[in-house]
């Protein structure tokens, strides 16, 4: 099973939003509404941010939003602020009952 | 609060045999998978494998099956990540994660840094 395909790295500016990427296959992302999306600060446990592809756990800020289209997904982040900067992890069920993650994206906020 | 708490960073040399542990309280235990997700260093994140705690039913990647095993202790509410024989390959962060509604991977253990060297 291949690694999802993200940009390694993103940047903005306080205040403005960023998108980022995630494409799969016809056996992951575009077979099942099971993507979910995670914030990794380094040295700190992954956080969940999206679940079922759009939807926001409880207490997650609503600057974050999600959608996907055939194999690619995307997570947009908008007012984007400095605390923002971290690893961003998209992931997807996959067939087979696995899962797969995306490489992972550097957030920058400058 | 939901958490999982895993064991502490461990240093091993190749070849040793090395067991790591993942404790969940604030729930029941055995109504939720786990899995088991690596970082090596200066990479990604990648799903190793879950269990079920009910039955130990067991589902790996497929690059990984037979490398490591995961198990389960129900009465200690306890999973572990088990190698019989390190590589230099297995260095890295290793998280476990509750399954949530099956799906997601909510919440995660803070990670147990594994390094091996020869």
């Known amino acids: 099973q291949s690694a999802l395909t993200q940009p390694a790295s993103v940047s903005g500016s306080p205040g403005q939003s960023i998108t980022i990427s995630c494409t799969g296959t016809s056996s992951d992302i575009g077979a099942y509404n099971y993507v979910s999306w995670y914030q990794h600060h380094p040295g700190k446990a992954p956080k969940i941010l999206i679940y079922?592809?759009?939807q926001r756990p409880s207490g997650v800020s609503n600057r974050f939003s999600a959608a996907k289209s055939d194999n690619t997904a995307s997570l947009t982040i908008s007012g984007l602020q400095p605390e923002d900067e971290a690893d961003y992890y998209c992931?997807?069920?996959?067939?087979?009952?696995?899962?797969?993650f995306g490489g992972g994206t550097k957030l920058t906020v400058l | 609060e939901v958490q999982l708490v895993q064991s502490g960073a461990v240093v091993k040399k190749t070849g040793e045999s090395l067991r790591i542990s993942c404790y969940g309280s604030g729930y029941n235990f055995t109504n939720y998978l786990i899995s088991w997700v690596r970082q090596m260093p200066g990479k990604g994140l990648e799903w190793m494998g879950r269990?079920?705690?009910?039955?130990?039913?067991?589902k790996y990647t497929t690059s990984l099956q037979g490398h490591v095993t995961i198990a389960v202790d129900t009465s200690a509410a306890t999973a572990f990540l088990i190698w019989n024989r390190l590589t230099d390959s297995d260095s890295g962060m290793y998280y476990c994660?509750?399954?949530?509604?099956?799906?997601?991977?909510?919440?995660w253990g803070q990670g147990t840094l594994v390094t091996v060297s020869s």
């Open positions: 992931c997807s069920y996959a067939r087979g009952v696995t899962w797969v």
């Open positions: 994660a509750r399954h949530r509604d099956a799906i997601r991977f909510d919440p």
């Open positions: 079922d592809v759009s």
């Open positions: 269990i079920d705690p009910t039955d130990s039913f067991t």
